[in-house]
């Protein structure tokens, strides 16, 4: 018996009898450790499924092996030198993809390219059948390949990768394009060459397959020992590596017809229906299982950006469905029903929604709130609250609207209270002056204010103050505090270029005086009405001390401001 032979029944072997051992002692660790040539990370059961499993990657391995130890074929022709290190270069590349290996990806990646790259100069050379125009092409793509490959491995444990993720991912998928048409080149070219059987040719179609099943398994269990033993099953490269290495003792003939069988061909078109189900509407894949974020990425609605999924976990309400494009309202519904780590498709979130729109119209009641059932029936919803077919942009006008005619009714308002303000000295007459209506409804006081100057801190001075009088002041302001009252108080202001004469005190509660500093030579008084009446510039004479009289009785105050150089 040979030994590719011998190896192969030993394998066979060692996996019945560690399957059974398996039941035997109620853990698959011994057919884990027989099959798939390393420990297992976590502690498994003897699972039917996981031992069924391990069964059928014991009988891929013995497979195989078959194929790889058989060895080099005895020479039929004379081999030149390119083809012999070719195959020397094929064989150590199986050796090294067979050996388990502990070290860093990076130093993995950088070997499997030592022996990758001079394989594939060769494989141009060796090859016939083909023009140089495809040589070329097959060298130049291949070559392109690797040094993406080894870019991708110098970024997977850099910081930058986060920085640069879409780059990172647009060179990954390069990668991937890249591996797919040299592939698709090399079978080509064996194909013209004659040398390699119809079965190699297969079993180099099928590695496209076997990826793609691997990825199939991964969708559906979502990690754990499955998707482990599925990624060990994906050994149809390394058959054809060994089986090209093994038939490069044949001499090149007439390129062989290449013969999918009707299996082969039925199965690739079933396979992808099984990952991509019925389509509810248009520009929706429907998939079984939704995780969070990370699950929309891989089976949620199609199209959707980066950019997108930011908006859409950014919403802290649903959006009006005035401001969403029409062909966007069910991925807008989505966003706003669906949270992390809850298991629901798509699909039936939206047939929840639709069916709690047939009963919104029936005039059922429903748990959703109507301003996310808008999104999906709005004609529906609309009928009973209109205000949630209205865009932002219509809402913020109505709220400025609103805003516009309360402030016309307090300015109406206002201008009736200033009309009946009268000059409670009108015998002291000047052009510089003002009334105006002023409401205390929060206790707050009313200013006069350089109109130049910083004062943050004079005002934290009067209100550091143990008491406030009437009238207080600190360097470039002064603050009147009149009584807390529900009715307007009249306020007016003079200012004048000299000391004005004294006014009786009869019929005023309290006379009071204070300096103020104006370094500009602007004194203002704040907007007191919001009729907006402006006083004027208080300071007559220009930059310096000036002297600021009160008079105040219950709804009427009473300012004189005069220069303080001229009060002696």
Same mark, same amino acid.
């Given at each position: 018996m040979r030994i590719h032979r011998s190896a192969a029944f030993a394998s066979l072997v060692v996996t019945l009898g560690s399957i059974i051992l398996s039941l035997v002692i109620g853990t698959a660790t011994p057919a884990w450790l027989v099959t798939m040539w390393y420990p297992p990370g976590e502690s498994i059961g003897r699972s039917p499924l996981v031992l069924g499993g391990l069964l059928l990657l014991g009988l891929v391995n013995s497979w195989m092996l078959w194929q790889v130890l058989r060895g080099p074929a005895p020479t039929a022709v004379p081999m030149g030198r390119a083809a012999?290190?070719?195959?020397?270069?094929?064989?150590?590349?199986?050796?090294?993809?067979?050996?388990?290996?502990?070290?860093?990806?990076?130093?993995?990646?950088?070997?499997? *390219? /030592? +022996?990758?790259?001079?394989? @594939? =100069?060769?494989?141009?050379?060796? &090859?016939?059948? $083909?023009?140089?125009?495809?040589? *070329? /092409? +097959?060298?130049?793509?291949? @070559? =392109?390949?690797?040094?993406?490959? &080894?870019?991708? $491995?110098?970024?997977?444990?850099?910081?930058?990768?986060?920085?640069?993720?879409?780059?990172y991912r647009a060179t990954a998928m390069a990668a991937v394009v890249t591996t797919f048409v040299v592939m698709v080149l090399l079978l080509l070219a064996q194909r013209r060459d004659g040398r390699w059987s119809r079965v190699t040719l297969l079993i180099g179609a099928?590695?496209?397959?076997?990826?793609?099943?691997?990825?199939?398994?991964?969708?559906?269990?979502?990690?754990?020992?499955i998707e482990s033993i599925a990624e060990a099953m994906d050994v149809l490269y390394i058959v054809w590596l060994a089986r090209t290495a093994h038939e490069l003792n044949r001499e090149p003939r007439a390129k062989a017809p290449l013969r999918v069988p009707t299996a082969v061909a039925a199965a690739?078109?079933?396979?992808?229906?099984?990952?991509?189900?019925?389509?509810?509407?248009?520009?929706?894949?429907?998939?079984?299982?939704?995780?969070?974020?990370?699950?929309?990425?891989?089976?949620?609605?199609?199209?959707?950006?980066?950019?997108?999924?930011?908006?859409?976990?950014?919403?802290?309400?649903?959006?009006?469905?005035?401001?969403?494009?029409?062909?966007?309202?069910?991925?807008?519904?989505?966003?706003?029903?669906?949270?992390?780590?809850?298991?629901?498709?798509?699909?039936?979130?939206?047939?929840?929604?639709?069916?709690?729109?047939?009963?919104?119209?029936?005039?059922?009641?429903?748990?959703?709130?109507?301003?996310?059932?808008?999104?999906?029936?709005?004609?529906?919803?609309?009928?009973?609250?209109?205000?949630?077919?209205?865009?932002?942009?219509?809402?913020?006008?109505?709220?400025?609207?609103k805003e516009n005619i309360v402030r016309e009714r307090l300015a109406r308002e206002a201008r009736e209270e200033d009309a009946r303000c009268r000059d409670p000295w009108p015998a002291l007459r000047t052009r510089f002056q003002a009334t105006a209506s002023y409401y205390d409804w929060d206790a707050q006081p009313y200013g006069i204010y350089d109109a130049e100057a910083d004062t943050e801190e004079d005002s934290t001075a009067i209100w550091s103050a143990e008491r406030a009088d009437t009238l207080a002041t600190s360097g470039q302001l002064a603050l009147i505090f009149t009584p807390s009252?529900?009715?307007?108080?009249?306020?007016?202001?003079?200012?004048l270029r000299s000391v004005p004469p004294p006014l009786r005190r009869k019929g005023w509660d309290a006379v009071?005086?204070?300096?103020?500093?104006?370094?500009?030579?602007?004194?203002?008084?704040?907007?007191?009405?919001?009729?907006?009446?402006?006083?004027?510039?208080?300071?007559?004479?220009?930059?310096?001390?000036?002297?600021?009289?009160?008079?105040?009785?219950?709804?009427?105050?009473?300012?004189?401001?005069?220069?303080?150089?001229?009060?002696?």
């Amino acid at each position: 018996m040979r030994i590719h032979r011998s190896a192969a029944f030993a394998s066979l072997v060692v996996t019945l009898g560690s399957i059974i051992l398996s039941l035997v002692i109620g853990t698959a660790t011994p057919a884990w450790l027989v099959t798939m040539w390393y420990p297992p990370g976590e502690s498994i059961g003897r699972s039917p499924l996981v031992l069924g499993g391990l069964l059928l990657l014991g009988l891929v391995n013995s497979w195989m092996l078959w194929q790889v130890l058989r060895g080099p074929a005895p020479t039929a022709v004379p081999m030149g030198r390119a083809a012999t290190w070719l195959r020397l270069l094929l064989y150590a590349d199986v050796v090294w993809l067979l050996i388990p290996s502990f070290l860093p990806d990076l130093v993995e990646t950088v070997i499997g *390219l /030592a +022996l990758w790259v001079p394989a @594939l =100069v060769l494989f141009t050379v060796v &090859l016939t059948g $083909s023009g140089w125009p495809f040589r *070329l /092409a +097959l060298l130049l793509i291949g @070559l =392109v390949e690797p040094a993406i490959s &080894l870019a991708n $491995s110098l970024a997977d444990d850099s910081e930058l990768r986060f920085f640069v993720s879409s780059a990172y991912r647009a060179t990954a998928m390069a990668a991937v394009v890249t591996t797919f048409v040299v592939m698709v080149l090399l079978l080509l070219a064996q194909r013209r060459d004659g040398r390699w059987s119809r079965v190699t040719l297969l079993i180099g179609a099928g590695t496209f397959a076997s990826g793609f099943l691997v990825e199939l398994v991964d969708t559906l269990t979502r990690g754990g020992p499955i998707e482990s033993i599925a990624e060990a099953m994906d050994v149809l490269y390394i058959v054809w590596l060994a089986r090209t290495a093994h038939e490069l003792n044949r001499e090149p003939r007439a390129k062989a017809p290449l013969r999918v069988p009707t299996a082969v061909a039925a199965a690739a078109a079933v396979l992808p229906l099984m990952v991509v189900g019925p389509e509810g509407r248009p520009h929706l894949t429907y998939t079984w299982q939704s995780d969070g974020l990370m699950g929309w990425q891989g089976d949620g609605l199609m199209g959707r950006q980066d950019d997108e999924f930011a908006e859409c976990w950014a919403w802290s309400k649903p959006p009006r469905v005035a401001d969403i494009p029409a062909h966007k309202r069910d991925w807008a519904y989505l966003c706003s029903v669906t949270k992390p780590g809850r298991h629901v498709s798509d699909q039936a979130l939206l047939g929840r929604g639709r069916d709690a729109c047939a009963r919104f119209a029936a005039g059922e009641p429903v748990k959703a709130r109507p301003a996310l059932l808008a999104l999906l029936c709005p004609e529906v919803v609309g009928r009973k609250y209109p205000d949630l077919l209205l865009s932002s942009a219509q809402i913020e006008q109505q709220r400025a609207e609103k805003e516009n005619i309360v402030r016309e009714r307090l300015a109406r308002e206002a201008r009736e209270e200033d009309a009946r303000c009268r000059d409670p000295w009108p015998a002291l007459r000047t052009r510089f002056q003002a009334t105006a209506s002023y409401y205390d409804w929060d206790a707050q006081p009313y200013g006069i204010y350089d109109a130049e100057a910083d004062t943050e801190e004079d005002s934290t001075a009067i209100w550091s103050a143990e008491r406030a009088d009437t009238l207080a002041t600190s360097g470039q302001l002064a603050l009147i505090f009149t009584p807390s009252q529900d009715w307007a108080t009249c306020v007016t202001a003079k200012a004048l270029r000299s000391v004005p004469p004294p006014l009786r005190r009869k019929g005023w509660d309290a006379v009071v005086e204070a300096d103020i500093v104006s370094e500009s030579g602007r004194l203002v008084m704040e907007t007191l009405s919001a009729s907006k009446v402006r006083f004027p510039d208080l300071a007559r004479s220009g930059p310096g001390l000036y002297r600021l009289r009160l008079y105040t009785r219950p709804g009427v105050d009473l300012i004189l401001i005069y220069p303080a150089r001229r009060a002696a």
